[in-house]
Structures are given as C-alpha cells and as structure tokens.
C-alpha cells in the first residue's frame, strides 16, 4: 500500500514508489505521477455522486435516479475529456443508503462506469470533522464507530482488487471545531491515531496495491508535527 499525505502548503509524503512491473498500480517518483508506467497528468472535478437522490427528493433504492447517475462517468468522458474523478460521498448520504442496504452495491456499480469510461477514481468520504465531534452540519459528522465501519468496510471490498485506477481519499478536511490549551482537536496530533488506525486496518487486510491519500489537519493543510507523529507500519 502507498501512502501520500496530502497537504495545501507543504508537501510530506513517505518514499515514493518507482514505477513496478504491476501495471496496474498507480506511482509516484520525484513528484510525478505515473499510471500504468506512464506518466500522466490526471485532469478531473469533484462529483457528489449520491446527491441526485436528495435532489430529485426521492430515496437510495431509486432505481430510475440510480440508472439516471450510472450514465454521468461516460458523460465527464465524452463530455469534457475528463481522465479523472474525485467521487465524494457526505457521511450522512453514507449512513442513511448504507441502512437502506443499497450504498456498497450502487458504489460498486458507479465505479465499474468509471472503469468501462476509463476514469482514474479517487473515492472520497467527505467528512469534515474529526470522528464524534460535531461540524455544525449533520451531513458532514460521523461517529467513531460509522468511521471505523466504512474504513474496514471499503478495505475488505477494494483494497484487494488492484483495479489500478481506483484510489481512496479517506477523509477530506479537518477544520476547526473546538480549542483547548494545546490548540485545535484537529491538528495533525489529534487526525494521526485515526488515520494510522485505517493504515493498520489495510495493512492487515493486505491491501498492497492500492493508493491511499491521507489528508492534514486545519482544512488539510497542517502536517507540521508530521515527524513527530509519523504514520508508521
């Protein structure tokens, strides 16, 4: 498994990668970015990709709005020329077509579109907020035990698969939520125990051949004490 620290104002990441003869796995060398051995500049836009169920006010197991999305991958193809997709998932839009049984099923589906469309997926859960503490807005918290589900969850179900175009994005940006007199809950200090939990947890599923994108604190951007709190492993 690879890991690359994502960061707005410094640049942190363990030793790359050289391109392999697994060509189905996405590398990183001396800052650029190959896929399938060659290099590639990867071109795409964020996409809500549950948010047309909200939208067209109807439930998860719509099967008209479900088909209705399943078309959009070959659009941002044919479209835009696009050969990259961030699919972002809100933690709510997560839990609640999770409950209805239909999340893991529609994803796989979507993903498969990405693929047949030849897109490079990053999968995104959007949360905005350390695990059990509250953003001021439900669609973006989650609990502790929701997070821990989805991590195992999308390791046991993509982690082996080596699609070579899939890439995870476990959580995306930690602002400030409340302070204390050793600053900020989420700085890199406080995100690190989580995100070394979900490295420990593909590490054990054996998940070697996918692209993990861990994100800093402060709206992604502090990796400050990332040396004194590496992800180790």
Known sequence: ????????????????????????????TDNKIYWKTKRTQLNGVNWQYMQAFDAA???????????YIATIPALFKSTFG?????????PKEYQDADTAGVF?????????ECRKANLFVVLCLQAVATPGIDSGNVYYNISVADWEDFVEKVA???????????????????????????GSTNQWRHVQPY???????????????????????????????????????
């Not at 006010?57 to 088909?67: C, F, K």
């Not at 696009?82 to 809100?90: P, Q, S």
């Not at 893991?104 to 498969?112: A, G, N, V, Y």
């Open 104 to 112: 893991w099923t529609f994803t796989d589906r979507i993903i498969e």
């Open 156 to 182: 046991i179900r993509y982690g082996k698969e080596a699609y070579g175009f899939l890439t995870l994005l476990l959580w995306d940006e930690f602002p400030d939520q409340t302070t204390s007199p050793t």
């Open 57 to 67: 006010g109807v439930g998860y197991t719509n099967t008209a709005i479900q088909d």
């Open 1 to 28: 498994m690879t890991v690359i620290l994502t960061s707005g104002i410094k640049k942190n990441t363990t030793t790359p990668d050289p391109p392999v003869a697994n060509t189905s796995i996405l590398t990183r």
């Open 195 to 233: 995100l070394q939990s979900a490295y420990d947890v593909f590490r054990a599923a054996q998940t070697d051949d996918v692209l993990v994108l861990f994100p800093g604190g402060h709206y992604a951007t502090d990796l400050t004490l990332y040396d004194s709190y590496p992800i180790t492993g």
């Open 82 to 90: 696009l050969n990259c997709i961030r699919m972002n998932v809100l």
